[in-house]
């Protein structure tokens, strides 16, 4: 039986990660309250900063920043939309 959460994002009971995605605080707290459909969607936002902002993860301040938008992501106002970001019509 898959371990369930209540997702503080999706706002409904989940099936909740296999493992902390990180090994830190927030990691735990997502672990403890985020379901794997919200990581999904974390996923595809996170990609979107990264190639939008040509954001160099292998940097203390590119893993800074997307921590950053983590916690905003599931625990705050969603997070922010890179600058300039235009959703494609293909879909």
């Not at 996923?43 to 160099?56: A, C």
């Not at 938008?69 to 879909?91: L, V």
Request: hydrophobic share 35%; net charge negative; with cysteine.
């Amino acid at each position: 039986m898959p371990r369930m959460v209540y997702c503080a994002k999706l706002e409904r009971e989940a099936e909740g990660l296999d493992r902390p995605p990180y090994p830190n605080e927030l990691g735990q707290r997502i672990y403890e309250s985020i379901s794997k459909d919200a990581w999904r969607a974390w996923l595809v936002h996170s990609t979107r900063i990264v190639n939008e902002n040509r954001l160099d993860v292998g940097s203390r301040e590119g893993v800074a920043l997307l921590l950053r938008e983590a916690e905003a992501f599931f625990f705050g106002d969603g997070g922010t939309m890179p600058a300039g970001y235009t959703p494609s019509s293909e879909s």
